[in-house]
């Protein structure tokens, strides 16, 4: 793994971890949630449903990172990995076109988020074809 995945990975953990206490705060109500999720939540039951949720895909996220970084000791195959990889830098793609479109400048200030989420990913992905030459 090159200097750059490396870098990548442990970049992009360190913004996991930060999207997760952001995450946790709006359970915790230190941040209001009607200014995330597009305004659509309408109660704190739906909050708290959406949240868990974005909680365990970012841990999800962060696991497969690990283990891309060769940093934890069980692991799935590369391939599957980069599969699920290659999932999220989609995903994140069309997140960042879609806050780009949001309504408010905090949703559209999220599009730096998840457009920099891709860049990481793609830089952590193309690691993979330069070491198979």
């Not at 940093?71 to 799935?76: A, N, S, T, Y």
């Not at 879609?98 to 905090?106: D, E, I, V």
């Not at 990913?121 to 690691?127: F, R, T, Y």
């Amino acid at each position: 793994m090159n200097f750059i995945s490396k870098y990548a990975i442990k970049a992009f953990l360190g913004l996991l971890l930060a999207v997760i206490l952001f995450h946790i705060c709006i359970i915790l109500k230190i941040i209001p949630y009607d200014i995330t999720w597009g305004g659509r939540l309408t109660n704190d039951a739906e909050m708290y449903v959406f949240e868990t949720i974005s909680i365990l895909i970012n841990v999800f996220l962060s696991w497969v990172l690990l283990m891309k970084g060769n940093l934890v000791k069980f692991k799935l195959s590369n391939k599957v990995v980069n599969g699920i990889l290659w999932i999220f830098f989609a995903i994140f793609i069309l997140n960042t076109i879609g806050n780009l479109f949001a309504k408010t400048f905090f949703e559209k200030f999220f599009a730096i988020l998840t457009g920099l989420s891709a860049i990481l990913i793609w830089n952590i992905l193309k690691e993979k074809k330069t070491t198979n030459r």
